[in-house]
């Protein structure tokens, strides 16, 4: 944890770079800090993944309109002022994204973090320890 | 929101429009009504996604089973009654849809309402006007 | 009920069977019992969908990290001990199938599993009569 998973209509992929915003949403969590001003996220835990859909029905279908859903999975265990911080700043980061594409067609953006209620929570893998400090 | 977001096995494609399926679940959104006959949902913001796995396993693998789950997020403050509704509805128009196919062959169709939990909540987008009402 | 929904980066592929993942979770789902020593799951509710990811960003995306997300959704009214013995079962097959590949690239693995909180559910389909005992 965190991860971000944005799921989107396909017809996206035209005019939005969503490696690229795949890319800054990690950043900005990369940067995040608590209220203590420590580093919320470990490198090693942060991942965003982006799935166009192929098919997908969006309002009454009389444009070619897009959509893109951001949410954000979090553990259990950080400050309200925390989640809101890291909200705001994934959304400033959006926004930059969208809408210079909002000025050329129509898209809707939403952008949720939920907090995990996981009853098992296990981890395998190979990358933390690129990051642990001596 | 709300937004319903389809995960099927891709084995479907063949024999299934799921775009079709798309919007006739949004048309069915788009038609339903509170307990005081207003419109549940904002055409702006109705959006079904459909997502075919390319890799899949059901059931014991020994047929060509097939799976769709729909899994619908709604915002929180609507009654119980407008939540089974909803959900009636949808289902009527899963059935509609999957009984033709069932025909031919073997198919599973889950369908969930999920009441959202989120801590953070944003939209950016420019759908919503075209919809306002003078 | 269940499903397991495996999200990964889309670069896994070329190492990774995925396909032989999904059949070994949902074997390993089959193969689960209670508390009491009965079959946990009905074979045929039990799916496995996997979806690459052909967008993502992985820790500081200075290496070809890969990532996959294994999500189980149960259903509500199993004890914490049949839940545990569940993930770990689970866990047993994804480590199983990961440290092979874990000994050539870095891999992130998380595994948990939530209870569903649905509002709503219903099922069509005609799977489960072939399962029907006489």
Chains 1, 2, 3 share one sequence.
């Not at 991860?3 to 005019?15: F, K, R």
């Not at 996220?41 to 951001?70: C, E, K, N, S």
Request: overall charge neutral.
């Amino acid at each position: 944890m965190p991860h971000l998973v944005i799921l989107y209509s396909g017809n996206l992929d035209a005019q939005a770079n969503m490696g690229a915003l795949c890319r800054g949403l990690a950043d900005t969590l990369l940067a995040q800090v608590d209220d203590a001003g420590a580093s919320v996220f470990p490198p090693g835990g942060t991942r965003v993944l982006a799935y166009p859909a192929p098919r997908f029905a969006i309002a009454d279908g009389q444009h070619d309109y897009a959509f893109a859903y951001l949410n954000l999975r979090l553990g259990r265990g950080r400050s309200e002022a925390t989640q809101q911080r890291i909200g705001e700043a994934l959304l400033a980061t959006a926004k930059a994204f969208f809408e210079p594409i909002q000025v050329r067609r129509l898209v809707g953006v939403t952008l949720q973090i939920d907090i995990g209620a996981e009853v098992f929570d296990a981890k395998i893998g190979n990358i933390h320890p690129l990051f642990a400090k001596d």
